[in-house]
């Protein structure tokens, strides 16, 4: 390339304005919908984004839920039986799921699927399968979809977990459960009524907390798989040196992580009567 | 309780935090007994044994180019504990200083300071460690800082809020009317009351450190010719041995990956329960 022809393109892409110049109409341009063109699909970011993400949330949804129901119950159970053969197992195995690495878990997983057979290790569908209904589409995507879906779950739920058993140990002793246990009440309503409500709290604030690194580990555990979602996609940029999907990439999971804390939030409020958002 | 039990002894008390605890010290010995530890140099190449099965003379196998395996994870240690250890100290001297000059100062700087904090607080740090590590190249002082400037918020947000309120405390007035600086009252009478509080945080720090080292590594986007826990996982799985069923070559460095990461958090939690107490004196309704 010629000096003149390099300027040019400097000059096509807005390279040559100051630095905060070209992040100032980054930002117009982001609001208005303009995210720029992938290097490598040769179309609109957003055309790319659009699908990953869908992929993404299909994977990302189920895990979460998932994770957040059997976390918090072990959670309750391990704290209400403390120091208990129960608590020590729960609490030793929730610990280990914490420290498993997600990437590992989902390689162990590939290679015990491919020796014993049985679920899809990679990818969303059989590739080059026509299918004769809607339903086998779907079956063959849930069948795709159940191990990430165990890997995702198995690694965040050991977190909450330890969270919720902590809350409800801290509960306990508070002078409201002894007045409670006091008056009567059986240990079963008084934990479902009283311990459970009042320890999901500082529970949910702390799950809002954590979604980014439930998003993280999706990432992860989409690359191991080939789950055709937005962490594929950030992998996949990286080694095409596709910049503007990366900064989408991020952008929209910036987005997803602000928008699930401000789900948490309005969660909160519903829990707690009295917090109120005017 | 009456009498004051030092704190090293409620620790001791703490059975999670002393395994934690021992832990750590066998992987502190590990990686400085390395030389000494591992049977074999563990960049040897030997032809004639190509991901050999756990045996007499490998106890754990070699890999695809026949190097032993055992000795890889041996080595590994010191890349791991040296990047968790590192980083942590890097995010520990931002987020104090971050956190006591918010906390100190007030007014605008606290506010800018406190947001830019909840950015990095909610942003998923191994997404943008990947995305920043892939743009600036794979050595191994970028990752161990990339891992630190993202691991700070919340060393930040507990300083400040101590640092709001010791310095309400009248021996901060008494030693601002004898004439100290500033940086005297930060350095004397605010950090030293405030640090313990981060102990716990620090090192729950150095496990999410170790865990990201390995996951950028194995990504490919970190450092790949040291030789680390998530290097070999890296090669285990882009060799394609993994797939193949090798687990002699997937399982140990998984494993080690685990047993530090747990200590470091065991270590965490103890301290925070040791220094946080939760269970308070009272009426336990459970005890039957």
């Given at each position: 390339m010629t000096v003149q022809e390099i300027q040019q393109l400097n000059a096509q892409f807005g390279l040559n304005k100051p630095l905060w110049?070209?992040?100032?109409?980054?930002?117009?341009?982001?609001?208005?919908?303009?995210?720029?063109?992938?290097?490598?699909?040769?179309?609109?970011?957003?055309?790319?984004?659009?699908?990953?993400?869908?992929?993404?949330?299909?994977?990302?949804?189920?895990?979460?839920?998932?994770?957040?129901?059997?976390?918090?119950?072990?959670?309750?159970?391990?704290?209400?039986?403390?120091?208990?053969?129960?608590?020590?197992?729960?609490?030793?195995?929730?610990?280990?799921?914490?420290?498993?690495?997600?990437?590992?878990?989902?390689?162990?997983?590939?290679?015990?699927?491919?020796?014993f057979g049985g679920f899809p290790v990679s990818g969303m569908a059989t590739v080059g399968q026509n299918y004769t209904s809607v339903w086998g589409y779907v079956s063959d995507v849930l069948e795709h979809l159940f191990l990430p879906t165990l890997t995702l779950t198995l690694v965040t739920l050991g977190q909450f977990t330890i969270i919720m058993r902590s809350s409800v140990v801290s509960q306990i002793t508070e002078d409201y459960v002894v007045a409670a246990?006091?008056?009567?009440?059986?240990?079963?309503?008084?934990?479902?009524?009283?311990?459970?409500?009042?320890?999901?709290?500082?529970?949910?604030?702390?799950?809002?907390i954590s979604i980014g690194t439930v998003v993280a580990g999706a990432v992860l555990t989409e690359t191991v798989f080939s789950w055709p979602g937005v962490g594929s996609l950030i992998y996949d940029s990286i080694t095409r040196r596709d910049y503007p999907v990366l900064q989408g990439a991020f952008l929209v999971i910036a987005a997803v992580v602000i928008l699930s804390n401000f789900v948490a939030d309005l969660v909160y409020a519903y829990l707690d009567p009295r917090v109120r958002y005017d | 309780m009456s009498i004051r039990i030092p704190a090293?002894?409620?620790?001791?008390?703490?059975?999670?935090?002393?395994?934690?605890?021992?832990?750590?010290?066998?992987?502190?010995?590990?990686?400085?007994?390395?030389?000494?530890?591992?049977?074999y140099d563990p960049n040897v190449i030997d032809p004639t044994a190509i991901l050999n099965p756990p045996s007499a003379a490998h106890y754990l196998g070699t890999?695809?180019?026949?190097?032993?395996?055992?000795?890889?994870v041996i080595w590994g240690t010191r890349i791991s504990l040296l990047v968790g250890f590192v980083a942590t100290a890097v995010a520990m001297f931002v987020g104090t200083g971050v956190g006591v000059l918010a906390g100190y100062a007030g007014g605008k700087l606290d506010e800018v300071l406190m947001r830019i904090t909840d950015f990095f607080l909610v942003v998923p740090a191994v997404v943008l460690a990947i995305i920043v590590a892939a743009l600036l190249g794979p050595s191994l002082s970028n990752i161990i800082l990339i891992i630190g400037?993202?691991?700070?918020?919340?060393?930040?947000?507990?300083?400040?809020?101590?640092?709001?309120?010791?310095?309400?405390?009248?021996?901060?007035?008494?030693?601002?009317?004898?004439?100290?600086?500033?940086?005297?009252?930060?350095?004397?009478?605010?950090?030293?009351?405030?640090?313990?509080?981060?102990?716990?945080?620090?090192?729950?720090?150095?496990?999410?450190?170790?865990?990201?080292?390995?996951?950028?590594?194995?990504?490919?986007?970190?450092?790949v010719?040291?030789?680390?826990?998530?290097?070999?996982?890296?090669?285990?799985?882009?060799?394609?041995?993994?797939?193949?069923?090798?687990?002699w070559y997937a399982i140990p460095p998984g494993v080690m990956i685990i047993l530090s990461v747990l200590g470091f958090a065991l270590v965490g939690y103890a301290l925070d329960e040791v220094l946080n107490p939760k269970l308070k004196e009272g009426v336990d309704v459970t005890a039957s």
């Open positions: 110049d070209q992040f100032l109409i980054f930002l117009v341009d982001v609001f208005q919908g303009q995210w720029g063109l992938s290097f490598f699909y040769r179309v609109p970011v957003s055309q790319v984004l659009f699908v990953a993400l869908l992929n993404s949330i299909i994977l990302l949804i189920p895990s979460t839920i998932l994770a957040i129901i059997i976390g918090v119950g072990l959670g309750v159970v391990s704290g209400w039986k403390r120091d208990s053969a129960t608590d020590v197992a729960i609490l030793s195995s929730s610990l280990v799921l914490y420290a498993v690495p997600t990437f590992w878990l989902g390689v162990l997983l590939i290679m015990l699927a491919l020796r246990a006091a008056k009567g009440l059986s240990g079963h309503t008084l934990l479902r009524k009283h311990i459970v409500p009042n320890a999901m709290l500082p529970t949910v604030t702390i799950i809002a | 090293w002894k409620l620790y001791l008390r703490n059975r999670k935090g002393t395994f934690g605890l021992v832990l750590i010290g066998s992987l502190i010995a590990i990686a400085i007994l390395a030389p000494f530890l591992s049977p890999n695809e180019i026949g190097e032993d395996i055992l000795s890889l400037l993202l691991s700070w918020p919340q060393t930040a947000r507990v300083i400040r809020s101590a640092t709001l309120v010791w310095k309400q405390f009248s021996f901060v007035d008494a030693s601002k009317s004898a004439g100290s600086s500033t940086t005297f009252i930060i350095g004397k009478d605010i950090l030293p009351n405030v640090l313990p509080l981060v102990y716990a945080n620090t090192a729950l720090t150095i496990a999410t450190a170790i865990f990201t080292q390995s996951a950028l590594v194995f990504l490919g986007v970190g450092d010719n040291d030789i680390s826990w998530g290097q070999v996982l890296h090669f285990a799985y882009s060799s394609g041995s993994i797939t193949a069923g090798y687990y």
